[in-house]
Nanobody, 122 residues
């Protein structure tokens, strides 16, 4: 499986972005998917998960109500819709996939995209 993340950019605080994670190799509908982010000098953290069986989602409190993860099986793409962006959301955002693991530990995911940079100005 190869993952290609895109959609990052520079946005003002309060703005919105939609990130995309397009897959090739296998259908993403068979995978649990996660979005993670890593800011300079900080550890990688999860921002959204979607379950392969029932599309159940999970978010940390820091983004709950502002970010939404969704899956388009026809396009073989997972999205991260980000609203009400804050400067502290600035990071490289990465998507990850795993057939079996559904959780927040990034070291459990088998496949990773290359990351896309989101910069939120104040």
């Amino acid at each position: 499986v190869q993952l290609q993340a895109s959609g990052g950019g520079l946005v003002q605080a309060g703005g919105s972005l939609r990130l995309s994670c397009a897959a090739s190799g296998l259908p993403l509908s068979l995978y649990n998917m996660g979005w993670f982010r890593q800011a300079p000098g900080k550890e990688r953290e999860f921002v959204a998960l979607i379950n392969r069986a029932d599309d159940r989602t999970a978010y940390p409190d820091s983004v709950k109500g502002r970010f939404t993860i969704s899956r388009d099986s026809a396009a073989n793409t997972v999205y991260l819709h980000m609203n009400s962006l804050k400067p502290e959301d600035t990071a490289v955002y990465l998507c990850a996939a795993d057939r079996h693991y559904y959780g927040v530990r990034d070291n459990q995911y088998d496949y990773w995209g290359q990351g896309t940079l989101v910069t939120v100005s104040s």
